[in-house]
């Protein structure tokens, strides 16, 4: 041949092209290698607690302020209720769908349905005025009073709905756990912050009036997130995470009153089990 250099790199060519074949057929890329252009969606349970918190009540006749006020959840545990079609909004729910905007990041939307809970029974202290007091069985004494049902009730229990949209990186650490094949079993970790709206139907009996018993656009949320993911077998998986963040509720209903409303802040923690499915379109 007149040109061996071309006859080498002609041989080189063939071989490396049937090697790279070659090794795509014995080694195929895992479908877990990447994650953009995935959906998903989870749904589970959750468990909250609560900063104290002032509650100003405000109407007609009244403005007062009770301080320092504690709450809690209201969980049903493990329920038929999470998967029961006709009744599964009712427990304490996480709802998520997503969308990977890359390999490593994803946005989403979700509906954190929690529960508040006012603990009643309790002396607190209170600044303000309202109408007869001491006929609530409040006993109100040296800027005190007990949070009798008389008095007050109040729950964010239909719930307190946080309506938001994250931002989350994902991470694969399978190989801290010398895990070859990803594609039976992944383990990510993920970190995220979010924003949004309060939505609940708030649960009040203040001074013997009427309740307000419809869902309010209340205020809005800033939460974080940290969690961790076991995928199973490429498109199924589970996830837990730690959910904290800041709750600023300035426009709650509390009566029937249009003239009736009440105002608080405070601090959440949620811990998330979920169930879910990754998967492209």
Known sequence: MKHPFLMVVLTFCVFSQYTFSQETVENPEKYTAHNKGK?????????????KSDIRFKGADYDFTLHNVSAHDKPKG?????????RMTIPQTNLRIGYFISDHYNISIGFDHMKYVMYN?????????YPNPGTYNENPADGELTLDEDFLLFEHTDG??????????????????????TDKIQVNITEGIGG??????TNTTLLGKDRYDEFNIAGYGLSAKVGLNLTF???FFIQTELKGGYIEMNNIRTTQDK????????????????????FRI
Do not use: M
Request: no cysteine; charged share 20%.
């Open 259 to 278: 003239a009736d409303s009440a105002e608080q802040n405070f601090w959440f923690l949620q811990r998330i089990l979920t169930v879910g499915g990754i």
């Open 121 to 129: 029974d309790r002396r607190v202290s209170y600044s303000g005025y």
């Open 39 to 51: 959906f998903y969606i989870f749904w589970g349970g959750n468990r909250e607690s609560y900063s």
């Open 78 to 86: 493990f329920h038929i209720d999470y998967i029961n079609p006709a």
């Open 160 to 181: 307190l709905n946080y309506v938001n949209t994250e931002i989350s990186r994902v991470d694969d650490i399978s190989k801290l756990f010398r895990i070859g094949n």
């Open 196 to 201: 949004g709206f309060l939505y609940p139907k």
């Open 233 to 235: 077998f490429k498109y």
